[in-house]
């Protein structure tokens, strides 16, 4: 436009402008089309803008809520895996200590058993052995007996038949022998 409005003018045989400085009409035009440029620019370019502006002020400060709150999330679940595992090392220590005083419980009982089956087989022991002393003392009287009165029947010269008379021999002799034995200890003792 402006190309057409040049050869008017030189027609109008104005003088020729300077090309340095441009036409008043081009700068009332460009400044008419920059201030039009502008409201515009200010009417619709600024607006979405600063609601692009807006938007991403609240994404950077709800993304920094979201952090903060995941942050206190995270610590809180952080606690409480530490007093759970805390727990949980306080009662594997009470369950190692229960097992501890229950093997020792154990091991007592079992020892009293033990104690107890030992002294039940010692008793038993004894008693069999005393039977059987009981039994050999009795043998041992009945064949000894026999074989004095057939010694003393032997010695004297008459017979020892008489199963009293034999039976009180025995005695007799038996409780010398045995006071001859008990004699005997006690000079080995004092000894």
Do not use: C, W
Request: proline share 3%; glycine share 6%; aromatic share 4%.
């Amino acid at each position: 436009m402006l190309t057409l409005v040049l050869p008017l003018a030189e027609a109008a045989g104005e003088e020729t402008p300077s090309p340095l400085l441009p036409h008043t009409a081009e700068i009332i035009f460009g400044f008419v089309f920059l201030i039009l440029l502008a409201i515009a620019f200010a009417k619709v370019v600024v607006p979405k803008f600063e609601k692009a502006y807006a938007d991403r002020t609240a994404a950077i400060e709800g993304g920094m809520n979201e952090a903060k709150q995941a942050q206190a999330e995270a610590k809180a679940a952080l606690e409480k895996y530490n007093a759970q595992l805390a727990e949980a090392r306080s009662e594997a220590a009470k369950i190692r200590e229960d097992a501890r005083e229950q093997g020792a419980q154990i091991i007592a009982e079992m020892r009293e058993q033990a104690n107890v089956e030992a002294e039940r087989i010692v008793t038993h022991a004894r008693t069999q052995i005393d039977a059987e002393r009981t039994q050999a003392v009795a043998s041992l009287r009945g064949e000894v007996g026999t074989m004095a009165t057939t010694l003393a029947g032997r010695i004297v010269g008459e017979s020892l038949e008489d199963e009293a008379r034999q039976r009180r021999t025995v005695e007799r002799f038996l409780a010398e022998l045995e006071a001859s034995e008990s004699a005997r200890q006690a000079v080995g003792t004092d000894g």
